[in-house]
């Protein structure tokens, strides 16, 4: 990591003043105004004086977690940053013993987005988002890494209008042979069983995550909406039933959650499914991927490379005439083909098919409130 002095006009030692100008080694650097900040410290936006080029500096300050997140990004550098749908690292540097790695400027993370819009994503989208996001889980198992802390905050949007993800925010990345068996990681809401109960863990847990955040896309809430492991554990019960016999006995923290007298009761009312299940192929070969995702026995999880196959993304589930069309709307959005003004009406009207089911009354109960589907008819009629 370099070294470099910082100038600032009024900026005392505290991250929390404004710093108008740096120096670094060859380059004098902008800060235009803080993006956001956490436990970690600040993250600013920059830019290079005498140009137009921007970048997002994370400023944290606790060295030692810069420095582990900095090695972490080294890890990952020979993967295609673009590619595989990851944050692309520029270059790490000290300031005032505090470490700032310099990253690609993104638009806005999937939490925001979603609460901005306030509306369901329809599923040509979230085809896309998912195929981008398991490209990056691909990359990720093939170095042996993961990034342990999945959510909707962590997926960002390189551009909005492209449907462009990235993955961001590797300061909890592990090497996966350095994970141990009861290490806590993940929030609760997307927290995997295998953490909750002590079993050995790995990459898998990436996956558990990614299909709670697809989850609550799809739906608008978390599916957990839970504050304690036993919530959430509660609700996989109802949710995917018992965990088996045998994940249940090489747990370490079974006793914490589950009675040995089996009793139940309280724990056991199946409610597998929080979706309507639509004669619709597309919404069904979604729910289908999101429950290989949701697996609770993590040994059975479907892997990224087996995900990427799966007929929701691959669209095998919609050849045939009587779904050319809907079918020719989806590639136009994976980039297939490139879409008609045909396409862009069927995408308005998957959209407020979407929006017309019951699953509107959903986002009374969760993080989300959506709008009425009248604005977009009132869209899609301008098409």
């Not at 235009?32 to 994370?58: Q, R, T």
């Not at 944050?87 to 505090?98: A, H, L, N, S, V």
């Not at 957990?224 to 036993?230: A, K, P, R, V």
């Not at 199946?270 to 429950?291: G, P, Q, S, T, V």
Request: glycine share 6%; hydrophobic share 40%.
């Amino acid at each position: 990591i370099a070294s470099a002095p910082w100038s600032a006009p009024s900026a005392g030692p505290s991250i929390g003043l404004t710093i108008m100008t740096s120096f670094h080694p060859g380059t004098m650097r902008k800060l235009y105004e803080f993006l956001g900040e956490g436990g970690f410290g600040k993250v600013a936006k920059c830019s290079k004086l005498w140009s137009l080029e921007y970048y997002a500096v994370k400023i944290m300050k606790i060295s030692r977690e810069g420095q582990k997140e900095f090695e972490t990004m080294k890890l990952i550098q020979d993967l295609d940053p673009d590619e595989n749908h990851l944050i692309k690292m520029y270059e790490c540097f000290t300031y005032r013993k505090m470490t700032c790695i310099v990253y690609e400027l993104l638009e806005v993370n999937f939490h925001d987005s979603l609460m901005n819009e306030q509306q369901l994503v329809p599923l040509c989208y979230i085809r896309v988002i998912a195929q981008q996001l398991l490209k990056a889980l691909k990359a990720l198992k093939s170095i042996g890494v993961a990034h342990c802390d999945i959510k909707l905050d962590n997926i960002m949007f390189k551009d909005l209008d492209d449907m462009n993800v990235k993955l961001i925010d590797f300061g909890l990345a592990v090497e996966t042979n350095e994970i141990l068996t009861g290490t806590k990681m993940q929030v609760t809401q997307f927290r995997a069983p295998e953490v909750i109960l002590g079993l050995p863990l790995d990459e898998s847990v990436d996956m558990w995550a990614l299909g709670m955040a697809l989850a609550c896309v799809y739906c608008g809430y978390y599916l957990f909406l839970s504050s304690t492991e036993y919530e959430t554990i509660r609700a996989m019960v109802h949710i995917f039933g018992l965990p088996e016999a045998d994940v249940l006995h090489r747990a370490n923290y079974k006793d914490a959650f589950f009675t040995r007298d089996n009793d139940f009761d309280a724990m056991t009312d199946k409610h597998r499914n929080m979706y309507e299940m639509h004669d619709d192929d597309d919404h069904k070969a979604f729910i289908d991927l999101l429950k290989r995702m949701l697996e609770v026995n993590p040994q059975r999880r479907i892997t990224p490379s087996q995900a990427l196959e799966h007929d929701f993304i691959t669209m095998k589930h919609l050849a045939g005439k009587s779904k050319a069309a809907y079918a020719a709307g989806c590639e136009g959005v994976m980039g297939k083909t490139p879409p008609s003004d045909l396409h862009k009406k069927l995408l308005f009207d998957e959209m407020i098919r979407s929006l017309k089911n019951d699953r509107m009354n959903y986002g009374k109960k969760g993080f989300l409130n959506f709008k009425s589907y009248k604005t977009f008819e009132k869209k899609k009629n301008k098409i």
